[in-house]
């Protein structure tokens, strides 16, 4: 755990190939971290870094909120390989605001209304360039990725969950038809008369879908029916601001300043990690899915492990 001066952390980034952690703040401010040590750190902008992405060769892209660009950045040895420093090599024009980034095959940008751009060629503006399936309806609450080709999206509308999947076939497929999706009823139906609570979280793995909602129940959908509901299990005393899903187990992490590791099969609770702050951002390292960095609204951030 790093106790912060720089401010709120605006987003965290595993890379998918090496052994890096790339976290962004609202100021701006872009660090590099590898074995829990910061290893290069970069002010990039003057507005929150919004979104990053892991990218192949060592590569993460970045994007803020004051330029409607997205930067792609490099890890670059010395020599002697005993520093490294992160390089621009390339800046993408955009024509608004990307919230998410997310590479498959190709770079793909989320914008906070929910459509889906190509950020090499969003400003090119052609037909295809952009998917708008999802736009100004579908409140997208995660980007799962599925293999280096493909990614799940998972997201709420009138609480309903709608789970999209995309795939990129490299930069010159069309992605206006790369995008589908379907709504499952939140299993709400029969509680009609009650006060429905928000959908804050959504994750999936597969065919396996796990929900949160604002008051930190968690649900999750049944085997073998996939389109049946769990009852709501309160998890956390307070929202449900992040889940992840890895081979053994469900993680939550909360408002409430705690983060839990549930078995993935029983459901039961096995782990918790209490922070100082809300919960905002949750990470599972993908190369080593029992380590994950979490960080808290008091702009700490931490790295945990566990074994199984």
């Known amino acids: 755990t790093s106790a912060n001066l720089k401010g709120p952390i605006s987003t965290v980034c595993f890379s998918q190939t090496d052994d890096l952690l790339l ?12 074995h829990n040590s910061v290893i290069d750190h970069k002010q990039v902008s003057d507005g929150p870094i919004t979104a990053a992405c892991s990218m192949p060769d060592s590569q993460f ?25 992160l390089v621009k090599v390339k800046s993408y024009k955009v024509k608004t605001s ?43 609450l995660s980007v799962v990725r599925n293999d280096n080709k493909s990614v799940w999206l998972t997201g709420e509308k009138n609480d309903e969950v ?6 990129g076939m490299g930069s010159n497929a069309p992605i206006d038809s790369s995008f ?28 396996f879908v796990v929900c949160g ?9 049944q085997h073998p029916d996939i389109s049946s509901w769990s009852e709501k299990k309160p998890a956390h005393l307070d929202r449900i601001s992040e889940l992840r899903l890895t081979d053994r187990n469900i993680i939550s992490a909360s408002y409430d300043r705690t983060l839990k590791l549930w078995d993935r099969n029983t459901k039961k609770q096995v782990g918790m990690f209490v922070c100082g ?24 951030l931490y790295s945990l492990c566990w074994k199984d």
Not at 23 to 34: D, H, I, K, P
Not at 213 to 221: A, H, K, L, T, V
């Open 213 to 221: 909602d604002e008051e930190g129940n968690i649900w999750f959908n």
């Open 180 to 207: 589908s999706s379907i709504t499952m009823n939140s299993g709400d139906n029969e509680q009609e008369n009650k006060k429905r609570s928000l959908i804050t979280a959504i994750t999936v793995d597969q065919e």
């Open 23 to 34: 976290v962004g703040y609202e100021s701006g401010l872009l660090e590099l971290w590898q």
């Open 277 to 300: 702050g809300p919960v905002l951002f949750l990470e599972v390292n993908p190369r080593k899915p029992s380590e994950l960095v979490c960080a808290d609204g008091q702009g700490k």
């Open 98 to 140: 990307m919230v998410r980034l997310v590479y498959c095959s190709l770079l793909v940008g989320v914008t906070f209304q929910g459509e889906l751009c190509d950020v090499a060629n969003v400003v090119k503006d052609e037909w295809g360039n952009k998917n708008t399936s999802w736009i100004h309806s579908v409140s997208i």
């Open 61 to 85: 892209a970045v994007t803020n909120m004051n330029t409607v660009v997205v930067d792609v950045w490099k890890l670059v040895w010395n020599q002697q390989c005993s520093k490294a420093s």
């Open 162 to 167: 709608h789970i999209g999947f995309f795939f």
